[in-house]
């Protein structure tokens, strides 16, 4: 079970492409020498830009980070970089060994100034320099993790100069560009930040006062803004960033604690499924509301939690449930699946608001599909309860029958009640007793005037919805969703 997350890190054409440029000059240049005076260009490019905004070339436009990010990466061992390569001595002297070898290269072929090698020359050290590069550096990304290079490279080092006097200047409180996170009690301490992180950082647990991630290692890739599930990151600069933390509403998160509890029941619901009750010990009594989730702790070094939705109604402030599905070689799933009845856990919480029914609300349309069935369970119990609420729509969408979960309940509960609508529908099986499809199938045919919408599920299914939603007339405010993956709403 591999701590460390591969994931996408390319997300423009530069950072996918880049690559091209080491290729051209290292193996190019052996060629070609007069190539490698492409790399003036570019330690004079990394040199400026790190004056402004730290090691954000690193991240966005290295052609040898796009070699270990495009090429390199999905191939990786992606393992723990040692710390003695991330040391400031060994940084240091690798360093001062490259520069001095550098210099002595330059003042060599400064000798043959004028001559008609001396182009030729001059290039080859740069070629040399870049080969060297794509060699060690390569074996390293390929062995450990696929920026380990990087955690010494000299021009890494050059640029934390550059960005030291830009910091000195003043000028970096204008043009600097960190990781800010948008409101510190929304962060689900998931450390998923931390394990996408291509240098294996810790940005959920070194915000400022300002909200903002001062490392002057981070290459301000964006990986982990694209892998937050909270959505709560992005790369800012100290203004906007003290402005999003004084603008960032709360609703939801305002009653989050820590709360000590015990595993009062574990119910097998299937082979990778199970249902965890716990009873709460300090504070004994926990106000919540379907609709929220909660955290559960996995492990304290480094400190970390996993969020969960609350399956559970709230009738007696005591008690809470949650349903949890064992990942294959998920980290936090294999920790939480080795609990016992009667162990003690620490969790954290309530917490969201985004499905949480407001108040007035009428007629709702709940949607999920997969695990994200979990937090409709308590949510059709307490709109139940709700005199006001005069009809639930319920779209259960599954592959295969064996799939669903509360399948009975939902169906009594359908048979009890004139206001309650349950469509279970699979994709994957043919018979009388399911809807046949996807939840998506099934939004035309409903009248959705007056209805709020909740959604929870794959991105694929909140996606399309969404839009089918709009299509069919329902107001983008009437819409709310929760999802683990970062949605993108824009058509
Ligand atoms: C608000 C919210 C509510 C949630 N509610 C529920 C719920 O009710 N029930 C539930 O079961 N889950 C729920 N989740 C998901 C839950 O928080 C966890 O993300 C989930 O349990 C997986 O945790 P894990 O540590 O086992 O998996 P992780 O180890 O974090 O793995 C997560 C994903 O990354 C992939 N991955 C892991 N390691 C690697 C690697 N080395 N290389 C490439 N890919 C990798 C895994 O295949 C998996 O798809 C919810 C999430 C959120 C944000
Ligand atoms: S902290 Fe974020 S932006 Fe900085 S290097 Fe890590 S993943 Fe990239
Ligand atoms: S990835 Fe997880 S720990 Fe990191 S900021 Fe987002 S919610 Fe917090």
Avoid at 40 to 49: D, P, R, S
Avoid at 229 to 243: D, F, H, M, T
Avoid at 304 to 317: E, F
Avoid at 340 to 351: F, K, S
Wanted: proline residues 3%; positive net charge; hydrophobic residues 40%.
């Amino acid at each position: 079970m591999n701590y460390f997350i591969k994931t996408n890190r390319t997300f423009t054409t530069v950072r996918k492409y880049a690559w091209v440029v080491t290729l051209l000059v290292a193996l190019g240049g052996l060629w070609q020498p007069r190539l490698g005076l492409i790399v003036i260009g570019i330690m004079a490019g990394l040199t400026i830009t790190a004056f402004f905004t730290g090691r954000y070339w690193c991240g966005n436009f290295c052609p040898h980070g796009s070699l270990f990010d495009s090429i390199i990466n999905p191939i990786s061992q992606n393992k723990k970089i040692p710390k003695i390569l991330k040391s400031k001595s060994f940084v240091s002297l690798f360093f001062i060994f490259f520069m001095f070898n550098f210099t002595r290269k330059l003042i060599n072929v400064m000798r043959l100034w004028g001559s008609y090698q001396f182009i030729d020359r001059l290039g080859l050290i740069f070629v040399n320099t870049y080969l060297i590069v794509l060699i060690i550096g390569g074996a390293l990304a390929l062995l450990i993790n696929s920026r380990t290079w990087c955690q010494f490279c000299p021009m890494g080092s050059l640029q934390k100069v550059s960005h030291k006097l830009g910091e000195y200047s003043g000028i970096t409180k204008y043009t600097e560009k960190k990781v800010t996170i948008e409101n510190t009690s929304k962060c689900h301490t998931c450390g998923k930040c931390s394990r996408v992180c291509p240098f294996q950082l810790t940005p959920y647990l070194e915000f400022d006062e300002h909200n903002q991630f001062n490392n002057i290692n981070c290459i301000r890739c964006s990986t982990c803004v694209e892998n937050c599930p909270a959505n709560i990151l992005s790369l800012q600069v100290e203004g906007n960033a003290k402005r999003i933390k004084e603008n960032s509403a709360t609703d939801g998160y305002e009653n989050r604690r820590r709360i000590l509890a015990i595993i009062k029941n574990i119910k097998d619901l299937k082979d990778d499924l199970k249902e965890f009750e716990f009873q709460f010990i300090n504070p004994r009594n926990v106000q919540y509301k379907a609709g929220q989730f909660i955290l559960i702790k996995i492990q304290d070094n480094p400190l970390q939690y996993r969020a969960y939705s609350i399956s559970s109604n709230n009738r007696d402030d005591g008690t809470l449930k949650v349903i949890i599905k064992k990942v294959e070689n998920g980290y936090g799933t294999n920790l939480i699946f080795k609990h016992n009845i009667g162990d003690e856990v620490v969790l954290e919480g309530p917490m969201g608001n985004e499905l949480v029914v407001p108040e007035g609300a009428k007629k709702l349309l709940f949607i999920s599909n997969g695990i994200g069935v979990t937090p409709f369970i308590g949510l059709v119990e307490e709109s139940l309860d709700r005199d006001e609420i005069e009809s639930i729509i319920f779209l259960n969408g599954q592959r295969f029958e064996s799939d669903f979960i509360y399948n009975d309940q939902f169906k009594m509960m359908d048979l009890d009640n004139d206001k309650f609508k349950y469509m279970p529908i699979t994709s994957r099986e043919s018979n009388d007793i399911f809807l046949k499809g996807y939840v998506t199938d099934y939004l035309d045919d409903l009248d959705l005037s007056e209805y709020k919408v909740f959604m929870c599920g794959s991105k694929a299914m909140i996606e399309q919805s969404y839009h089918k939603l709009l299509f069919n007339g329902v107001n983008s405010k009437d819409i709310y969703f929760e999802s683990e993956e970062r949605i993108n709403l824009s058509a």
